[in-house]
């Protein structure tokens, strides 16, 4: 079991900016998607974007143009920098570190946009 932490959560007023980051212990960090997920209440977890091994990147409609995820293979990290941020973003953000079929989670940090 691949341990992962997230970071960065917190509250902001809409049109605002956070960058989330999720830390994974695995050897071989670079060979993994770094996948990001949310979670609002009521509501099934739903992905957000991802990243591959070799830096391709997806994501849901409703944040393209917004959010950007990246990573830092050196760092063993992937990140989710969220700019204008709309209310209906508000949610336990997951992140979700994935191969050969098998995804590991961290605990989720909470994003609150709010005014």
């Known amino acids: 079991q691949v341990q992962v932490a997230e970071s960065g959560g917190g509250s902001v007023q809409p049109g605002g900016s956070l960058r989330l980051s999720c830390a994974a212990a695995?050897?071989?960090?670079?060979?993994?998607?770094m996948g990001w997920y949310r979670q609002a209440p009521g509501n099934q977890r739903e992905f957000v974007a991802r990243i591959t091994s070799g830096g391709s990147t997806r994501y849901v409609d409703s944040v393209k143009g917004r959010f950007t995820i990246s990573r830092d293979n050196t760092k063993k990290t992937a990140y989710l920098q969220m700019n204008s941020l709309k209310p209906e973003d508000t949610a336990v953000y997951y992140c979700?570190?994935?191969?050969?079929?098998?995804?590991?989670w961290g605990q989720g940090t909470q994003v609150t946009v709010s005014s």
């Open positions: 979700g570190v994935e191969r050969w079929g098998t995804t590991s």
């Open positions: 695995v050897t071989m960090f670079s060979a993994y998607t």
